[in-house]
């Protein structure tokens, strides 16, 4: 089949063959262009031309894992370590609200001082403050913990499983299990949660082959929220030499998924516009449609290391607020207003 053809298909059934979306990743030139041409067109007829904000909020740099990339790892013994305290978690997602923020994202290593009730708390104090949609990015927790932090007014859950191949998986998760991983995406997605989930593009070993089942993966979760990132490797892990994940191949996985769920909410990542300057306005103009700014003080923003050379990283919350604000309206499109509850959920929570 012609990449012309595929994507046709891809636009009118959201669904394509492994075979088929390896076409796409592959594709070259004109095909490319119509590939990205396309996502930026169905990304504009379903999710329209609002970009939304979500302040991240990184509140602890703990971590019990020792996944290969990351810098917050627990055998890094040259990370710097942090945990913020409620109220100060508190205080920033209100100057995140006086800023215009509507969503915050509370992201944090896999760290278990944060226990089920002071989880719960701190959902509670943000929930009885500010009026704004709570998204966790926590990692592996259990089922009851989970139903906790929904009941408590969570809304959200970001997860990557970072990785389809489950050999890889093992190989970069010493003592975590892929099967473990998806079990905890279907429990967040079965109590109610809106999911994100996504993987990392170019973690040394992964083929073209598993990109395309990462793709499928996403598809399969029914995922309401897409996180895709080119890995960049940090030099205090033991992936430091390897090379980093392309750009192209991150775009194009943005492309495709935008064909494939078309009301989704896809980011436009903060790794892509480490690894090229231009990434996140690239990354809004094939398919994306969130950015995901940090709204944390500089202080902790140094500390909370996943890879070297993280964008605004010696910007100021309101600098970066307004940067994005230029950024987004230099491409045509608008600021989001609202909390910018994904659509796909939406539609599934409606039938
Ligand atoms: N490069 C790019 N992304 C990384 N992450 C962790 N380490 C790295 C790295 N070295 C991503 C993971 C994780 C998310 C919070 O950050 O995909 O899910
Ligand atoms: Fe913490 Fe990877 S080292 S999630």
Redesign the pocket.
């Known amino acids: 089949m012609k990449v012309r053809d595929i994507i046709e298909k891809a636009c009118h059934e959201n669904i394509l063959t492994k075979d088929e979306i390896k076409l796409l990743l592959m594709a070259e030139g004109e095909d490319k262009n119509l590939l990205f041409k396309t996502a930026d067109m169905v990304r504009k007829e379903h999710v329209g031309d609002e970009v939304f904000l979500r302040g991240l909020i990184e509140f602890s740099s703990y971590?019990?894992?020792?996944?290969f990339?990351?810098g917050?790892?627990?055998s890094n013994s040259q990370a710097q370590r942090y945990r913020m305290q409620e109220d100060e978690i508190v205080e920033v997602v209100k100057s995140a609200y006086q800023m215009g923020y509507r969503t915050v994202v509370l992201q944090s290593?896999?760290d278990m001082f944060y226990t089920k009730d002071r989880m719960c708390s701190i959902i509670k104090k943000i929930k009885q403050n500010v009026d704004v949609a709570i998204t966790l990015s926590i990692?592996e927790r259990s089922y009851d913990e989970y139903k906790a932090f929904k009941d408590a007014g969570a809304d959200r859950f970001l997860m990557r499983f970072e990785t389809s191949n489950e050999k890889l998986y093992r190989q970069y998760?010493p003592g975590m299990s892929f099967e473990k991983r998806i079990e905890c995406l279907k429990w967040i997605k079965s109590l109610g949660y809106e999911l994100g989930t996504g993987f990392l593009i170019g973690l040394p070993g992964q083929t073209i082959d598993d990109l395309a089942q990462d793709i499928l993966l996403v598809k399969e979760l029914d995922a309401d929220m897409i996180g895709i990132g080119p890995f960049i490797p940090h030099p205090q892990t033991p992936l430091k030499d390897a090379k980093e994940g392309s750009v192209d191949l991150t775009l194009k996985s943005i492309a495709i998924l935008r064909l494939l769920i078309p009301d989704a909410n896809i980011p436009a990542t903060t790794a892509l516009g480490t690894l090229d300057p231009l990434g996140r306005q690239k990354g809004l103009m094939c398919g994306a449609n969130i950015v995901m700014p940090n709204v944390n003080d500089l202080k902790y923003k140094l500390k909370y290391e996943l890879y070297p050379g993280k964008i605004c990283i010696n910007e100021d919350a309101t600098k970066c607020r307004g940067c994005i604000e230029s950024i987004i309206v230099s491409l045509g499109r608008k600021v989001g207003q609202g909390k910018g509850q994904s659509r796909h959920y939406k539609r599934a929570a409606a039938s």
Request: proline fraction near 0%; charged fraction near 35%; charge should be positive.
């Open positions: 971590c019990k894992n020792d996944c990339y990351c917050l790892r627990k290593g896999e990692g998760h």
